[in-house]
């Protein structure tokens, strides 16, 4: 089981920033897949998570104006995309997925950094 995410991104404030995270060995349509964030001298933060097999999304209240998830099971990737960036956004942003095993898998994390 693989989750690979796009390379670092720097960005200025007021833009948008889209990150990708390519699953492979498994079926990418049976779990869902969570989107975290970890600013600079922080704890993880769960943004939202996608149902790769239909689309539906949840997001966290403070994402919800901001940030959007979509999925291509063609494939089997899935994307976040965050808009008008400020510079409390920057933070590394991680893809993850937990089966009903109880086995979580991680990708390598992407580095998005806002500043002008």
């Known amino acids: 089981v693989q989750l690979v995410q796009s390379g670092a991104e720097l960005r200025n404030p007021g833009a948008s920033v889209k990150v990708s995270c390519k699953a492979s060995?498994?079926?990418?349509?049976?779990?869902?897949i969570d989107w975290v964030r970890q600013a600079p001298g922080q704890g993880l933060e769960w943004m939202g998570r996608i149902d790769p097999a239909d689309g539906g999304t949840e997001y966290a209240q403070k994402f919800q104006d901001r940030v959007t998830f979509t999925r291509d099971t063609s494939t089997s990737t899935a994307y976040v995309e965050l808009r008008s960036l400020r510079s409390e956004d920057t933070a590394v942003y991680y893809c993850a997925t937990t089966w009903s095993t109880g086995d979580d898998y991680w990708g390598q994390g992407t580095q998005v950094t806002v500043s002008s």
């Open positions: 060995g498994y079926t990418f349509t049976k779990y869902y």
